[in-house]
């Protein structure tokens, strides 16, 4: 409160009085005295200010030595109990009168009035999470009783619940004070019949429940995502949505099938305890992608007007806070290359980021660190390219099992599909974590490691090795969609299993340096025009790179750093693991360069090995290569 504005009819009113009486703090109040006399004496009124000040302190402590009189006679200080039509809960709320009419006290000074309707707080959520608290306050405006779940500092400060006339609830600067205090009277008067419950900001497992199926842990973040919470829920008939899918299923098609499979397994992550991973459908647009992306979303929600399905469009925050409230539900991204395209080369990066399971930490005002955001679940994705490319990281390319469409479309009428989903949705995956309840995760972990061990028998059979990062997710989807074949849809139409095999990436494949040497190749080849070739006449060189000779790309060490660059490889880590391959030619001192004359300048390059020391350039297929060349 500001004194040095008021004139002297303010400084003596009893608004002013009465605002500094409510000061519970007495330093707080003695302070805001004195400032109150200063200005009292500047406008020749300090008399009068001092009269009324002492008689309110007077007042004041007669109140209190009435208090403690019904205290010492076993009284209580007030009988009075919220009374309000059409709620079930009623408290002890102390010196409040609290009705039909709303919430008030007297004081001295008068009434003081706290909200002009019902409210009560019914209930304190201790999050699982945070271990922070949050209130369940329940008012009446109008006809219709509300329920809000908020921060529990946002009821203990006067100028924060003010934010709750956001929700509808009558409160201003005027009676927030009073507000306050009415709230925090009626919690701490009544602690033990105020329900106390566990809650959690995250949607998915909290240890053996799953929210928001179950209703023993409360969810208390609505507030925040509203529309995708609202979206997670049942809606038109469940023979509806079965009798469309066991159709498509039964065309064996792989495309909606994998896509459903990994949609369920995306809840058997955490369980399993496996880390998140990337399931890419990639192919020629308007052949039915994003239908088959919105019959995967449908499992669990509404399928239609990106409520469920992440916007592509949405900058990586918001992609991160997303995927931490879904938490083990799918995380759906439609045009996967929006998002792909502003990572430019740097793609990687941002499958590293979502598989990892873990946000960045972020700091907060109190100079500590927030909460990390977390989640393990599965990203289904869709794309017209590969989301693997040539310059991708090895740790990148094995968290991503894509996807290649078979030719033609998908669905015979994707118009009929997203007609029934958008009407028909979200049995099937309240139904599967029951399911899933039931069978237990012990049993379930045993029918993922069977999935895993035949895949790698399977691998040892024809004589490759997968990459253990792409055979546990497989292993995972295949078991969801195991379970969902024999217990929910029962039509028999199992995953083929060793179509889903040849998805696997093989673990040679995978090599970041193995890749990284087999795109130089493809560069060299290329650009042959950029190089010297043994024996040739040619002066018109725009831009030289080096020579080819013997066996050998020699090339320029910056040209050589710029190929490494673009393919997204440590030159150093590339230089090492050729070295060991024997793919390049080392010093006498030891050095991976050696002096090469070019156009009359001495240069240190680097001399890769070529394929059958020729000028064709072919793809390498394994780590050994396909010819015999002695450098000596």
């Known amino acids: 409160m500001s004194f040095e504005q008021m004139d002297k009819d303010a400084i003596l009113s009893i608004k002013t ?182 809650s959690t900001s995250k949607l998915g497992w909290i240890k053996d429940d799953f929210v928001p199926y179950d209703v023993n842990v409360y969810f208390d973040n609505e507030s925040n995502f509203k529309m995708l919470y609202e979206s997670i829920r049942k809606e038109g008939k469940r023979e509806k949505w079965y009798d469309l899918v066991k159709g498509i299923r039964a065309t064996s098609r792989l495309e909606p099938k994998i896509y459903m499979a990994s949609a ?119 794309n017209e390219h590969s989301l693997v490319t040539e310059t991708m990281q090895g740790g990148a390319v094995n968290r991503i099992i894509d996807v290649e469409m078979e030719e033609g479309y998908i669905f015979d009428n994707g118009n009929h599909v997203v007609e029934v989903i958008k009407k028909n949705y979200g049995y099937a995956g309240e139904e599967f974590i029951e399911l899933v309840k039931d069978i237990g995760f012990d049993e379930i972990s045993k029918i993922q490691k069977d999935f895993q061990q035949r895949i790698q028998d399977r691998a040892k059979e024809i004589g490759v090795e997968k990459e253990e990062k792409q055979v546990l997710p497989m292993s995972i989807i295949l078991t969801a969609d195991k379970l969902a074949t024999e217990n929910l849809f029962n039509d028999g139409q199992y995953l083929d299993f060793e179509t889903c095999f040849n998805l696997l990436k093989d673990k040679d494949a995978v090599s970041e340096n193995q890749r990284a040497y087999e795109y130089m190749i493809s560069e060299i080849g290329i650009n042959k025009n950029n190089f010297i070739i043994q024996g040739s006449n040619r002066d018109d060189y725009r831009q030289i790179w080096g020579v080819l000779e013997n066996g050998y790309a020699i090339l320029l060490k910056n040209i050589f750093d710029k190929i490494c660059k673009e393919a997204n490889c440590s030159s150093r880590t590339f230089l090492s693991w050729a070295r060991k391959k024997d793919l390049i030619r080392v010093g006498k001192d030891g050095k991976n360069t050696l002096n090469k004359r070019i156009n009359g300048m001495t240069q240190r390059c680097i001399w890769l090995k070529i394929p059958d020391g020729s000028n064709e350039f072919v793809e390498v297929e394994d780590e050994q290569l396909p010819f015999d060349f002695d450098p000596k």
């Open 17 to 198: 009085i009465e605002s500094i009486m409510d000061e519970d703090d007495l330093l707080a109040r003695e302070v805001m005295i004195q400032e109150a006399m200063d200005r009292a004496e500047q406008l020749k009124c300090l008399t009068k200010f001092k009269t009324l000040i002492n008689a309110a302190k007077k007042e004041e402590k007669r109140l209190i030595e009435l208090a403690k009189r019904d205290v010492r006679a076993g009284a209580k200080t007030s009988n009075n109990v919220t009374d309000f039509t059409g709620c079930d809960e009623s408290y002890d709320c102390g010196a409040w009168v609290a009705n039909d009419n709303g919430v008030r006290t007297y004081t001295v000074m008068g009434e003081r009035l706290a909200c002009y309707h019902p409210i009560i707080p019914v209930a304190r959520m201790i999050n699982i999470q945070t271990g922070k608290e949050k209130v369940k306050l329940k008012f009446k405006k109008g006809a219709m009783w509300k329920d809000i779940v908020i921060d529990k500092s946002i009821i203990a400060s006067s100028s924060k619940i003010v934010a709750l006339a956001d929700y509808g609830v009558s409160v201003t600067s005027e009676n927030s004070k009073a507000l306050v205090s009415y709230l925090s009277d009626v919690e701490n008067l009544n602690v033990e019949e105020i329900e106390v419950r566990n």
């Open 264 to 382: 369920f397994a995306s809840v058997l992550i955490e369980p399993l305890n496996a880390l998140p991973f990337i399931v890419n459908l990639w192919g020629d647009t308007g052949k039915g992608k994003t239908v088959a992306l919105m019959l995967a979303a449908s499992i669990y929600a509404f399928p239609g007007n990106n409520e469920y399905v992440t916007d592509p469009k949405s900058t990586i925050t918001a992609l991160e806070t997303r995927t931490n409230f879904l938490n083990n539900f799918p995380v759906l991204i439609d045009d996967m290359s929006q998002i792909k395209n502003r990572f430019d080369d740097d793609f990687s990066t941002l499958v590293y980021f979502l598989c990892s399971g873990k946000g960045k930490e972020r700091s907060n005002v109190n100079l500590g660190i927030n909460a990390t955001n977390s989640w393990k679940n599965v990203f289904l994705t869709n």
